[in-house]
């Protein structure tokens, strides 16, 4: 059965009330450490997002690989060599698409670098399954979309997509791994509908800081976060946008 990262949970559709309780109590079990990242986390999730276009993988695939690699460096003391980094983010990429039913284009990873045989990525597959007690059904904001969305009763689809945008945005973001996968998902929300829906804004906020399983403080810390992201986001491409300009004026000066 293929895994599904908006429904983690086999029977979630059918005992809703039972696994959304289960979703909050073992959420902490799928979270990495932020404190044990170094140059090499920056390295690998942009090792992962060229084979992600390189492959045309779908996001989904490249967010569980991300997750999958953040959780094994966190249990694990890893040296930082280049190439067992590539090995161990080629083995990730490798099991969150068999999670997916997708297939993974081993030459399109040699050409990124990911030079290596199906035994060796097999071998470190095995070492990653054992360090993460071979729970590969993460559990990640994204089930929790639904659950908040459906407490606000807001029908209007353009929220969940937004807010999923703001959350496969910022999964390269190390502060970000300090809160749990609810409180990422909440805070993308309220993030999302203060952006598209002003009126409908304090419904959403209100609803979820009124769950028991959130606390407010921390959700506003995330909040925080998610603006500054956004801000820095924006900065970077005006930034872009006036080089390009620059850029093309100075290539019609010389011509």
């Not at 109590?25 to 932020?34: K, V, Y």
């Not at 203060?194 to 995330?222: G, N, V, W």
Request: some cysteine; charged content about 25%; proline content about 4%.
């Amino acid at each position: 059965m293929e895994f599904d990262l908006e429904d983690p949970l086999a029977n979630f559709k059918e005992q809703q009330n039972y696994t959304i309780s289960e979703l909050f109590a073992s959420e902490t079990n799928h979270m990495p450490s932020p404190n044990c990242f170094n140059s090499t986390h920056c390295e690998a999730i942009s090792l992962i997002f060229q084979v992600q276009l390189s492959c045309n993988l779908e996001p989904f695939v490249a967010y569980l690989a991300i997750n999958y690699f953040n959780r094994f460096m966190s249990r694990q003391e890893i040296p930082g060599k280049p190439w067992l980094i590539r090995l161990i983010v080629t083995s990730c990429l490798s099991l969150a698409s068999k999670m997916n039913s997708t297939h993974l284009s081993f030459s399109n990873l040699q050409r990124e670098g990911c030079k290596f045989d199906g035994e060796s990525i097999q071998k470190m597959e095995l070492v990653i399954l054992g360090a993460l007690d071979w729970r590969m059904r993460s559990i990640t904001p994204f089930p929790f979309l639904h659950f908040f969305i459906s407490l606000a009763e807001i029908k209007d689809q353009s929220l969940k997509e937004r807010a999923s945008e703001i959350i496969f945005n910022a999964h390269n973001e190390i502060k970000l791994l300090e809160y749990k996968p609810s409180t990422v998902a909440a805070a993308s929300l309220i993030y999302a509908s203060y952006e598209l829906f002003p009126q409908q804004y304090s419904i959403m906020r209100d609803t979820i800081t009124a769950c028991k399983h959130i606390d407010q403080e921390t959700l506003e810390k995330c909040v925080d976060l998610m603006q500054e992201m956004e801000r820095n986001e924006v900065k970077g491409l005006m930034k872009d946008r006036r080089f390009l300009s620059n850029e093309t004026s100075t290539k019609r000066q010389r011509i």
